[in-house]
């Protein structure tokens, strides 16, 4: 099937007299007829239901629709994209580990990489995603087990060469993991381009109406653990807690996405719930219309602030003045998304002036919903951070980030225009 075909039928398949939408199963349990049934189920000996905490058929459905989306063997939806960003590394990171990661990335996930994981012994390099091979070389260690990045960086818009990128985690034996969540499958597939993992937060576009949080890791099943045995004990030796089975030795493809379910889900704990990966999957079917809306709106918008002399800046990376409008074409030729980064010639306070002068988008701390909302990163997503952490991680003091809803464009335009003037 074709994306846009994936989006509304992938996932769930109804058999003879079976719903034809798939049903919500809210139940944390799963009967079975005899002890022995059950036991093997726990000992992964066979598929099925036991634990909603582990498996349940209406998130699995889900998982495998955005896994078919993302061209991945398999996938595991969590309760955020927050949990999925740090089950994906925890799966292979343990305490004395290292991980590398682009400076430009959402700063929750700037925040749980340089300061929570450092509490449980997990080192991180951060590292400007437009240094060259050599020098983002440099920052990896022997003990350095992935490489992380997202497609297009949340607030900074910035477009990740994805290709790079992977040819350095491959030439240190680690994995490339990346945030997909800005690009969607829709316009980018980053497996295609050599990464092994990715990672949504489906809060995001995949729900697109800010109705339920949720996040979702999706496994290629292209790296291959067992050429790296000694840097991935987790996956290539014995696991106690499952008599000694080994990972990579019994799932092939899909040993990283089973651990992380089987392991990692068991002990933590942060599913999704029934109800909410229903919900997800109600967005799903429409992702493919509305990204791209919200690309056509927000290259209009990108247009109409570049061409405002009140405009100090605007980076989009569908305008030609981007500097990573090169790169969006190779890896996004349809579009990008709908999120907008811009200044104002008077500063950090005129961007909060226009903020609070809009009245069609809103104030939230939310974004890649259907509906125009806008942020100050400074004051809001990224106010833990210190002058220093901002501008490592592409956060200007004036950065507004906009979100373009899929709205009449014409409406968010004079929004724009008249917040503007408010402010002049």
Not at 389 to 402: K, M, N, S, T, Y
Request: hydrophobic letters at 40%.
């Amino acid at each position: 099937m074709k994306t846009d075909t994936i989006c509304v039928q992938g996932g769930w398949q109804p058999k003879k007299g079976e719903p034809r939408v798939l049903p919500i199963y809210q139940s944390t349990t799963f009967k079975y007829d005899t002890s022995e049934q059950m036991g093997k189920l726990f000992d992964l000996e066979e598929d099925g239901y036991f634990y909603t905490r582990l498996q349940n058929p209406t998130n699995d459905a889900v998982a495998a629709k955005i896994a078919q989306l993302e061209g991945g063997v398999a996938a595991m939806l969590t309760s955020s994209g927050q949990s999925a960003n740090f089950y994906a590394a925890f799966n292979i990171c343990e305490a004395g580990g290292h991980i590398v990661s682009a400076s430009t990335i959402y700063g929750g996930t700037f925040n749980l990489f340089g300061v929570t994981m450092k509490k449980l012994g997990i080192d991180v390099t951060f590292i400007d995603p437009d240094a060259s091979e050599e020098e983002i070389a440099k920052s990896f260690r022997q003990n350095t087990k992935l490489l992380f990045a997202e497609t297009i960086s949340n607030p900074s818009v910035q477009v990740l060469d994805i290709e790079k990128f992977a040819r350095i985690a491959h030439q240190h034996g680690v994995p490339l993991i990346v945030d997909n969540t800005f690009a969607t499958p829709i316009h980018c597939r980053p497996f295609e381009f050599g990464a092994d993992i990715v990672v949504h937060s489906t809060t995001k576009y995949m729900d697109g109406h800010a109705t339920n949080v949720g996040g979702c890791i999706v496994d290629s099943g292209n790296f291959d653990w067992m050429a790296q045995k000694e840097k991935f004990p987790g996956l290539t030796q014995p696991d106690p807690s499952y008599h000694g089975i080994i990972y990579a030795e019994r799932f092939g493809k899909a040993a990283y996405i089973t651990k992380a379910t089987v392991q990692i889900m068991r002990d933590l704990g942060s599913i999704q719930s029934p109800q909410n990966a229903f919900l997800l999957n109600l967005g799903l079917e429409t992702l493919h219309l509305r990204v791209k809306r919200h690309c056509e709106n927000a290259q209009k918008v990108a247009e109409y602030l570049e061409a405002d002399s009140r405009v100090a800046w605007v980076d989009y990376p569908g305008l030609e003045s981007s500097k990573h409008y090169n790169l969006a074409k190779k890896y996004m030729p349809n579009g990008t998304c709908g999120v907008i980064s811009f200044g104002l010639k008077g500063g950090r306070e005129d961007s909060i002036k226009f903020m609070d002068h809009l009245k069609l988008a809103a104030i939230v701390t939310h974004v890649a919903d259907a509906r125009t909302s806008v942020l100050h990163p400074a004051s809001h997503t990224h106010r833990q951070l210190t002058e220093e952490q901002l501008i490592e991680a592409g956060v200007r003091p004036d950065l507004i980030r906009f979100s373009v809803g899929i709205e009449d464009v014409e409406d968010i335009i004079a929004d724009i225009k008249q917040a503007l003037e408010s402010i002049n």
